[in-house]
């Protein structure tokens, strides 16, 4: 699996590729939380989850990355964009976009972030991966879900479907709990 | 040197199909629907039957003022119509014509098909959203609404076809198609070409850009070449859905005597046509029998047909 590092001196350009989409990723991220307007931040999500993708892809996971646009921009934004259009969408700044939860709100996302870029750099230090084209193919991935890891996706299913009949329970009206 | 050849070859190529196939589908409605209706159509530009209609009428547009709203949100705005073509664009990138002959032949390309296609009606909610216009807010909401309930029939056709290929490469699952697959994949075919209308908001499917109620929705307050880009997405995504279900339910480039890319192009314009035909025969949809036809019709049709594909399946190998 490992082999010798070489010199963070002369990266490849996938390297360089990789962080410049891990700016891209990181920048946008931080402007849907610090822009003024609404459905901007909406947009700049966008942003965000089709840099991610594009790192994905250079991580060759191929099938990762277009499902991440497809579930994320073509459905999750698609939604919160229907969710904002439909309650209040106004063009221009909002003044109440502030909560007052602001200052402990970023020192619990500092705090996440720190924990798992220690736990990052500390489980795997200098440990280099070369990447093979063709590890994160749709063949691949699926003979390792279904091989080697059956149990956790039968679990995840189970707790997705769980979740669906919940739902619909919470949404339909004319279903009541036992009084 | 060869390659960087192969490659600006395949790109040209792709980027001439893409100027040049939506306007002939945009002729082929103009006429067909004129000769339907009992009339002519354009005759005049260009001489013959009118065959430089579209391209006048692009000239046209060229030249109109380009008008922005004084409430509208500038930056989305000039930004939308390019979120609404370039995916199409995109997407003509992996659709295989005949044998070896496509852009790139990409390991999961069905899954990067719908995902791009998904992203091109981003655009019409930015549109929508940024004109600063009730009429067009409401034809963006229309329109994710509509997205989010086509975008699931549509993904679950598509991987009824992917199950039986066992592959998720376009070119892959043409070359493993067989003519029997016509009647096996049959309900899957019509699910996703009915999902891809509504993804596409074509009549009857048009609720989003209704003119008679909300006067275009999102593209009311677009003029000039932003409008131009618009029209010119439609008919792109008209010719990418034609393709794609040619490519996925009716074998691409098989076919009898004739060579393959020429197949191809039968296929994708009869489609054409059908969807031209549909949407003169039938009155649009109302915003309630869209949502209800999508998740009470074509959901459990899809899931129908993937069962019967797992069966089969199962049965034969």
């Known amino acids: 699996m490992t082999e010798a590092v070489p010199s963070y001196l002369s990266p490849t350009g996938q390297e360089i590729i990789f962080l410049l989409l891990g700016a891209v990723a990181v920048g946008s991220g931080l402007l849907v939380v610090t822009t003024r307007q609404l459905v901007h931040a909406a947009l700049w999500l966008v942003v965000c989850f089709g840099a991610l993708a594009g790192c994905y892809l250079v991580l060759t996971a191929e099938f990762v990355a277009w499902v991440q646009v497809l579930i994320y921009v073509g459905a999750v934004v698609v939604l919160l964009l229907f969710g904002i259009m439909l309650t209040r969408a106004p063009i221009g700044r909002s003044a109440d976009l502030d909560s007052g939860n602001k200052i402990v709100a970023a020192v619990v996302a500092v705090a996440t972030a720190a924990v798992l870029v220690t736990v990052v750099i500390d489980g795997f230090r200098t440990a280099y991966t070369p990447l093979d084209p063709g590890a994160g193919a749709a063949k691949e991935l699926g003979s390792a879900i279904f091989r080697n890891w059956v149990l956790p996706f039968e679990a995840l299913s189970v707790l997705l479907l769980a979740a669906l009949i919940g739902a619909i329970v919470i949404s339909r009206t004319d279903i009541r709990g036992r009084d | ?317």
């Open chain 2, 1 to 317: 040197m060869a390659e960087v050849l192969d490659v600006a070859v395949r790109l040209v190529a792709i980027v001439a199909v893409f100027l040049v196939l939506p306007l002939v589908a945009g002729q082929m409605e103009h006429k067909a629907m004129a000769h339907m209706q009992s009339r002519l159509g354009p005759m005049y530009a260009g001489g013959f039957h009118g065959w430089a209609q579209l391209i006048a009428d692009g000239v046209k547009f060229a030249q109109k003022e380009d008008v922005i709203p004084a409430a509208a949100d500038r930056r989305v705005f000039g930004l939308a119509p390019a979120v609404a073509l370039v995916p199409y664009l995109v997407v003509m990138v992996v659709i295989p014509i005949g044998p070896g002959l496509v852009g790139v032949d990409l390991d999961a390309g069905l899954f990067f098909v719908l995902a791009v296609m998904g992203v091109g009606v981003l655009g019409s909610i930015m549109a929508g959203w940024s004109s600063g216009n009730k009429y067009s807010l409401m034809g963006g909401m229309r329109s994710a609404a509509q997205l989010m309930s086509y975008e699931l029939p549509l993904v679950l056709a598509a991987s009824s076809v992917a199950m039986a290929a066992g592959t998720l490469s376009l070119p892959g699952i043409v070359e493993a198609w067989q003519w029997w697959w016509l009647p096996w994949q049959a309900i899957g075919g019509v699910v996703f070409f009915m999902a891809g209308l509504a993804e596409l908001r074509r009549p009857p499917f048009d609720m989003p850009i209704a003119e008679s109620e909300i006067i275009m929705g999102p593209m009311t307050e677009y003029t000039g070449i932003r409008f131009a880009l618009f029209m010119l997405a439609e008919y792109a995504g008209i010719i990418v859905l034609s393709a794609l279900t040619s490519v996925l339910f009716l074998g691409g480039w098989h076919g009898p005597l004739l060579p393959g890319p020429v197949w191809m192009l039968i296929k994708v314009f009869a489609l054409v046509f059908v969807v031209i035909w549909v949407r003169v025969s039938y009155p649009r949809l109302r915003e309630d029998q869209l949502q209800k036809l999508a998740w009470a019709g074509l959901v459990p049709l899809a899931l129908v047909q993937l069962a019967l594909t797992g069966v089969v399946k199962v049965l034969t190998v």
